[in-house]
């Protein structure tokens, strides 16, 4: 494992999760399991989150397409795995704002050794003895036990937190804080209707992409199953339907259908309103994403992030019709202001760092040995490329004028640089004739991203020719 950590803990390309991938799907299931407990400990304790919600989030792909396609046992070692499985779809990692039809991750080991104390002592120690004992390869069997422990489990919990039985906060104060309290609430409710999921979960398409008409009443129809249709459940049912689309904000379409209205008003009035506030919780949730991304200086993600804001945020205004003054429409204003704020202050910084590179400073001041970070010129070179990514979403994200602004001074004076140090070539002293041609490669690379591949293969020509003009007039004098 330590032989792949550099590569999570730096700048993560797509090959470099491709291979992290790969090397997690090679361990045993064992190592698999082991390393899964781990990560999730240190999510825990606070420590290295990036690297553990990356592994883990790899981690869960692999078990969870394994169970699909082999039709193994799931993770057999653990019996709290089991109990907790059909939780899986709602967990969020420690740090993650929560919302309606989602759980704390954290909260899940506190309630298990609740259920071990006081909660279902012997109920949990008998299955553990029948679970030692069954073989590797029986799903089945397997299987069966994870419903009667989900059965015994949401029972302890019901008596926990329902009607009747007096003062419990003292019992409840056993369980663990407020935040896992709320979370028990939550995890009895869904333990409770795991047969209801399960159904849902056979219902729906495996893939929303264009959520129309067709689409709204087959999900609408799979969702019609009274045990989902509680305020408490309604959330956890639309969570997994979120899950399953390409474009998540859409799960607005069915609030609007079920109101039979865009009138935000009449929407909220239904049970579907919480589809809307799902979906504005979830676009903030990207926007916090794309603003640590912008700070931290990766740009991997940030073309994929401002197109699902785009598009959600530009979904939510046509297809609602949202008061300005109204809870909806704050929320939605503040992430446009958020979303505004944070790529208008990258896109102004971009010129300057530009211009640090490529300003043609006298030759008496360019010191001996002087040369251009080529770190710096890639982290400019994306940092061009996130301009210019924004003009495709300038307008909806109220960054159009800075964007447009930005990018034009950028192709103007990048032009006229790359020309004019392309020109400086020819006279360069030999002292820094080397520092003047890594600017004009620097050049090269930003006319790549501004002007296209063309023009930059002709400024590379420009530049040989001036360089082999200058070497013909050294030889000749």
Known sequence: MSAILPCITGRMS??????????????????????????????????????????????????????????????????????????????????????????????????????????????????EAVLSRMPADSAGQVEALAQKLQAVAAAAIFQLTGPGGGDKSRALARVGPPNVIEDLYSIGAVLQVRDAIATLNEKLPRTLRAFGDSQIASVTSALNIPALQTPQMLP???????????????????????????????????????????????????????????????FDNVAGNLKTLHDGVRGLRTELDLRNDSAWGKQLTSIRADISNALQSEIDSV??????????????????GARIDSTEVEETVALIDFVATCRNYASELAINEVTLRTYSDLQQYVERSTEQLVQSLRAADHKVRTYRQQQVQAAIRFCQVLFGDDYASLMSRAAENALTGERKSSRAG
């Open 351 to 368: 010129p300057g760092r530009v211009r640090r590179i490529l300003r043609q400073r006298p030759e008496k001041d360019i010191p001996p």
């Open 236 to 298: 956890f049912a639309l969570s997994i339907v979120v899950q399953r689309m390409t474009a998540p904000w859409q799960i607005i379409r069915l609030a609007v259908k079920i109101a039979a209205s865009d009138d935000e008003i009449r929407v909220a009035a239904t049970p579907y309103g919480i589809a809307v506030t799902i979906a504005l919780h979830d676009l903030s949730c990207v926007a916090a994403i794309l603003r640590m991304d912008i700070k931290r200086g990766r």
């Open 14 to 127: 797509q090959t470099s999760i491709e291979r992290l991938r790969e090397y997690l799907a090679q361990l045993p299931p064992q190592s698999q399991a082991l390393l899964m407990r781990e990560f999730e400990r240190a999510l825990e304790r606070g420590q290295d989150t990036a690297v553990a919600t990356l592994v883990l989030e790899q981690l869960r792909k692999i078990v969870r397409k394994s169970e699909a396609n082999e039709a193994l046992p799931p993770r057999t070692d653990d019996l709290s795995r089991l109990l907790f499985q059909v939780l899986e779809p709602f967990l969020v990692e420690a740090g993650t704002p929560l919302r309606a039809g989602q759980i704390r991750r954290s909260s899940l080991q506190p309630i298990w050794q609740w259920l071990g104390r006081d909660g279902a002592p012997d109920k949990l120690n008998e299955f």
